[in-house]
């Protein structure tokens, strides 16, 4: 199973975090973002998945250029501060690839969860609009409850 994991991009400044839009350099973050892992991605999904948040919602909409025929659903769980263990709990049980749009650092503690290390240690330090996939090798087991998963790729824009 793989999973495709992207960072928002760039936003502008606010009070209320939740209604952040992109900025204009988000925009040409996604513009920068290499289409070819993009376009990789995405012929293997059917649904993006992101937070409710404005700036991750807006995100997903730009990654519609690439595959208009996916579709895209807000998500639960995936906020800055959500507890990344019960998504990774919840990918644990998928069969299918996913592709979710989230923010840090809710996406550095799943990744390095999934990657096995320590809890608290950061594997890999997103960048906004830094896309990444991983692939699970094993179903989860009382050792590993997540399954074993290894890093395929990490790309930022430009």
Known sequence: MKLFLLRHAHAE??????????SSKGNK???????????????????????????AT??????????????????????????YRRTALMLAKTTKPRFLVGHNPHLTGLVGLLLGLRAGEEGVRFRKAGLMALERLTLPTDGHPFGRWRLLWYVIPD
């Open 13 to 22: 400044p606010g009070e209320i975090d939740s209604a952040r839009p992109l």
């Open 29 to 55: 973050q996604m513009k920068g973002l290499p289409s070819k892992y993009l376009q990789l991605a995405l012929k293997e999904i059917l649904i993006v998945e992101h937070s409710p948040y404005l700036r």
């Open 58 to 83: 807006q995100t997903a909409q730009l990654i519609k250029k690439y595959a208009s025929r996916v579709g895209l659903k807000k998500m639960s769980g995936i906020l800055p501060d959500d507890n």
